[in-house]
C-alpha cells in the first residue's frame, strides 16, 4: 500500500477532487490524516497507473455532483411556481382595483350630475327681468304656470319656507359680480346641503339661513 496527497490521488484515479472526497466519505476508499494532512491509500497496483499522470483527465458523472443538480432543479421549480402564484395575485389585484376605480368613477359622475344640470340651465335661462310682463299688466290665460321665482317677480305669493335667493340679494343691494359668486359656490351644494333647493334653473334657499352660513356649510 502506499500513501498519497488527494491531489496525487485525484491524478493517479483520473477523477475529481470532490469525487475523492465522496469515496472516502463512502468507504470506498481508505485515509488517513498526517500532521492535519489527508492522506489516500492506495493498493499497489493503482500506483503503477501513475502512467495516466500525462493523459487528459475526465470527469465521471459523480453522485453527489448529480445530487447537486436535482436540488437546483428543485429549487428553480419552486422558484417559478411562487413565480406564477404572484402573477396570478397581481393580475387579481389589478383587475379588482380597475372595478373600485370605474365604480368610484360612476359614483363621482352621478353626484357631479345634478350640480352640472343646475348649472346649465341657470346659464341658459333667459334673463326673467326682460321677458316677464309688468305687475299691471294683464297675463294671458294660456300663459304656463310660473315658477317661484317668476311668481316672487310679479308679486305672487311664494312659499314661505323658501326664498328666492337672487330676489334676495337684489333687495339687500349686494352687487351684481358679487351675486355671481354666490350663485356659483351654492349651485355646487344643491343635493349635498338641504337648505338650498334648485327649480327651474332658479336657487332658492331656506328661510331664516344666512348667506354666510351656507357659504361655509358642507
Known amino acids: 500500500m502506499a500513501k498519497f496527497t488527494v491531489a496525487e490521488a485525484s491524478d493517479i484515479l483520473g477523477i475529481t477532487k470532490e469525487a475523492i472526497y465522496n469515496r472516502i466519505r463512502r ?18 497496483e493503482a500506483k503503477s497507473s501513475s502512467a495516466k499522470f500525462s493523459q487528459p483527465k475526465t470527469i465521471p458523472q459523480d453522485d453527489l455532483y448529480v445530487e447537486l ?20 395575485r397581481l393580475i387579481a389585484e389589478k383587475e379588482a382595483l380597475l372595478v373600485h376605480s370605474k365604480e368610484e368613477v360612476e359614483r363621482i359622475y352621478k353626484e357631479r350630475d345634478k350640480q352640472l344640470k343646475a348649472i346649465l340651465s341657470l346659464a341658459t335661462r ?24 317668476e311668481k316672487e317677480l310679479v308679486g305672487e305669493p311664494v312659499p314661505e319656507e323658501w326664498i328666492n335667493l337672487g330676489v334676495s340679494m337684489q333687495k339687500k343691494g349686494i352687487s351684481e359680480k358679487k351675486q355671481k359668486k354666490i350663485n ?9 346641503c338641504e337648505d338650498v333647493r334648485e327649480e327651474n334653473g332658479t336657487l332658492f334657499i331656506r ?6 352660513e351656507l357659504l361655509g356649510k358642507s
Open 27 to 44: 468507504g470506498t476508499l481508505k485515509s488517513v490524516t498526517e500532521a492535519g494532512v489527508k492522506h489516500v491509500v492506495l493498493e499497489e
Open 69 to 88: 443538480l436535482k436540488e437546483q432543479v428543485g429549487e428553480f421549480k419552486a422558484l417559478v411556481k411562487k413565480l406564477e402564484e404572484d402573477k396570478e
Open 126 to 149: 333667459p334673463l326673467l327681468e326682460k321677458t316677464l310682463p309688468a305687475k299691471n299688466e294683464t297675463i294671458d290665460a294660456d300663459f304656463e304656470e310660473l315658477t317661484p321665482y
Open 184 to 192: 356659483t359656490a351654492l349651485v355646487q351644494k344643491v343635493g349635498f
Open 207 to 212: 328661510r331664516g339661513k344666512k348667506l354666510k
